[in-house]
C-alpha cells in the first residue's frame, strides 16, 4: 500500500533524488512544489508532501491544470483554446 504522506527523505527516496534538491524545488526561486498544494509545514512538525499531488505534478504538470485532453489555454482577450 502506498503512503499518501511523506517526509522529505521519504519522497526523495521515493523519486530517486538527493533530499536537497526536494528543498530547492520547495523555494520560491525554482517553485516546482507549493505549499499548501503539495507540501504542508507546520512549526514543530516536519515537512510532509501528499504523494497524489506529487504524481498529479509530473503526470499533468500543475495540480490545478486538467489532463492533457481537457486542457484549455487562456487567450488574451479573455476567451479559452481547446
Known sequence: MTEEYLTVEQLAARLGWDPKTVRNKMGPKNG????????????GLPVMFRWSAVLALYRWGPVAAAPPEQATIPMARGYEMK
Open 32 to 43: 516546482t512544489f507549493t505549499k499548501g498544494v503539495h507540501y504542508s509545514e507546520a512549526p
